[in-house]
């Protein structure tokens, strides 16, 4: 079954297949509730067999995401069926055909880096797809597995929102939105601000932003105003500083897989790995400018504004123990 690689079966082995169908047909099983399915056949890479590596990678996952889907639809026709491209480009020229014979047999593709956007061409290849076509939101946060969950201040939802805009204007229609933790209020506000543009595209950005930080703060007129310029602001304080741009894929705030020890909480790397020394110093003294700021505002639910600034302290103790 694996003639090319641990992780993977080989697309040309009847085995293999006959254990890919049992994979699918546990899922397709109406007990779990279940209405649909993401696909990622790219995630952990490709047979490279002599058989396999024959085929261009677009190509040889379009054999497996076809005969996939083909299965899903003869047993689920209800089924919305979904594909994500992690690992898998679709930007590519010379690709296109067999990204395209993928559309034919499901909902919709999401692109995770959005490089056909960073090239120019996402527009054409979604007027040249047979499906819906999205992106993961622009900017998205992987909610660590086991930090508590007022440790970081991140808020990144302009920057979301402005990404999901622009995917629209192209004539995107779908979004692989991941959820967020809503007890930390900085998420809330990110994740709202994103979804109302999923909701209604056409809404602006910093609108967006001012509809998600009255619902979750409760504050309206100047303290709305004054509010969405400081979540601006701190969403400033950090991408301004990193070289992370709005659709290149996840932000990892601990590593996603640590082998050194995956049960405990892992070292924050979105502050070690893309902040230097120098900028780590200067994002804690916007920070603490930041909380200074946030302790004035007339704030009607004190607990909600005391988990606020336990995100950013959160921060500060992640960047001091870092030096």
Not at 260 to 274: C, D, I, K, N, T
């Amino acid at each position: 079954m694996a003639a090319g690689g641990k992780q993977v079966m080989c697309a040309f082995s009847p085995e293999a297949w006959e254990w890919q169908k049992r994979v699918l047909d546990f899922h397709l099983d109406p007990v779990w509730g279940l209405d649909g399915v993401s696909l990622q056949s790219a995630d952990l890479g490709r047979c490279e067999c002599p058989k396999c590596s024959k085929l261009t990678p677009a190509e040889h996952h379009a054999l497996l995401l076809r005969r996939c889907a083909d299965h899903i639809h003869d047993n689920r026709p209800d089924w919305t069926i979904g594909q994500a491209c992690w690992g898998l480009r679709v930007d590519q020229p010379s690709e296109f055909e067999h990204i395209r014979s993928i559309s034919d047999k499901v909902d919709y593709i999401v692109e995770v880096s959005e490089l056909s956007a960073e090239a120019g061409r996402r527009a054409e290849i979604i007027s040249g797809l047979r499906c819906a076509f999205g992106s993961l939101g622009g900017v998205f946060l992987e909610p660590p597995q086991h930090w508590d969950r007022l440790r970081w201040f991140l808020p990144c939802g302009l920057g979301a929102a402005r990404a999901l805009s622009a995917l629209a204007r192209d004539g995107g229609q779908a979004c692989e939105y991941f959820y967020r933790p809503f007890a930390n209020p900085v998420e809330e506000v990110s994740w709202r601000t994103g979804a109302r543009i999923l909701q209604a595209p056409s809404t602006a950005p910093e609108q967006a932003l001012s509809e998600a930080v009255a619902a979750v703060y409760g504050v309206t007129g100047q303290d709305l105003t004054s509010l969405c310029q400081w979540f601006a602001r701190g969403e400033g304080a950090y991408f301004s500083r990193t070289d992370f741009k709005a659709g290149q894929g996840s932000i990892s705030l601990e590593p996603l897989i640590w082998n050194e020890s995956p049960s405990a909480p892992g070292p924050p790397v979105y502050l070690s790995r893309r902040l230097t020394p120098q900028a780590r110093q200067d994002y804690a003294e916007e920070l603490r400018k930041l909380k200074e700021e946030f302790m004035q505002f007339r704030i009607p639910d004190q607990e909600l504004a005391g988990k606020t600034l336990r995100c950013i302290e959160g921060t500060l103790s992640d960047i001091a123990a870092l030096g």
